[in-house]
């Protein structure tokens, strides 16, 4: 591993400097040692951290196996000399592989709940998942009436399953249906299924968006499609090369798979029902093309614009 860590920091430039035992004793101590790493190599975070401070808090926490709400206890523990090298590791692989660091511990969280990951998936940090908190809370909910009553949903393009499962929290009566087009992401979906003991409430298929469901309807589908267009592509940074393309590429302009959903949806929704999609910077390029659509766009913390909401009479 060192070799390998050496001649990855060879050819992304990254120095590789030496720690000194005893120099960093607490988890404080290494979190401050990878900021300091992370700055100095211009990473990139986009994947379930915004900044150097939350990267190393997260990396240094699920290496040692430390949930998010018990960093505070243990901030100024000392580790041993075992833990030692392994987050003096992972920081280095974080550095020299620019892998997202989610793929390294196997392991993200979307509303606090965790999902494993590899790199079959893309790491999921849809906003749908705090839009399904936000506009669908029983007496709060602003799109669905009664989220109790609601009976079916569906998500398209599923990738790592944590939608489907988000939303069987939301809508606690509900079957859902996950349909992916990768045989790989599905297993993954699968074992995050497992994990969460869901088996009995989401049942997974593989195929073409909605190919594989024949003539099911669904009072909600909700779906994160790849919505990425050429130029975000070109562009996209080292981290995201890692993830699969075919959970980014939306075509020329990053809508090609949003309008064979607009097209499909209709027809599989129940009336009352609605579509949830996220289309990334796609908005005013959809509202030119469907100046006739009454999208309603949803906006969240860390985002504005990104996601529509349509009923099904409207579809």
Not at 23 to 29: A, C, G, N, P, Q
Not at 92 to 118: C, G, Q, S, W
Not at 123 to 147: A, K, T
Not at 204 to 209: F, K, N
Request: aromatic share 8%.
């Amino acid at each position: 591993m060192a070799k390998r860590a050496k001649a990855a920091a060879r050819r992304t430039g990254a120095k590789s400097p030496k720690v000194k035992p005893g120099e960093l004793l607490t988890l404080l101590d290494f979190i401050r040692y990878g900021v300091s790493r992370f700055v100095e190599a211009k990473l990139v975070f986009a994947h379930g951290t915004t900044d150097p401070v939350g990267e190393a808090a997260f990396l240094v926490c699920e290496s040692l196996h430390l949930g998010p709400d018990q960093f505070e206890p243990f901030a100024n523990t000392r580790v041993t000399a075992a833990e030692s090298a392994k987050l003096l590791d992972v920081i280095e692989r974080r550095v020299t592989t620019r892998k997202p660091a989610a793929y390294l511990v196997n392991k993200i969280y979307m509303r606090d709940l965790p999902f494993y990951v590899d790199e079959r998936v893309i790491v999921p940090r849809s906003f749908i998942g705090e839009l399904l908190e936000s506009h669908f809370s029983g007496e709060d909910s602003s799109l669905i009436d009664d989220p109790a009553a609601v009976k079916s949903v569906l998500d398209l393009c599923t990738g790592s399953g944590c939608l489907a499962i988000l939303a069987t929290y939301r809508f606690p009566n509900a079957r859902i249906d996950a349909v992916e087009l990768s045989a790989d992401a599905l297993k993954v979906a699968a074992r995050n299924v497992a994990d969460h003991g869901l088996g009995a409430r989401i049942t997974l298929h593989q195929g073409d968006l909605f190919e594989p469901l024949g003539g099911a309807r669904y009072d909600l589908i909700i779906s994160n499609p790849p919505y990425v267009d050429a130029e975000g592509m070109a562009g996209l940074p080292e981290e995201c090369r890692a993830e699969p393309g075919i959970a980014f590429d939306g075509g020329p302009d990053g809508l090609k798979i949003v309008r064979r959903i607009l097209k499909e949806a209709g027809k599989h929704l129940n009336p009352g029902g609605g579509l949830l999609c996220e289309i990334g910077r796609g908005r005013e390029l959809l509202e030119a093309e469907f100046p006739d659509l009454p999208l309603l766009w949803l906006d969240t913390e860390e985002s504005e614009g990104e996601v529509f909401w349509l009923g099904a009479g409207n579809l």
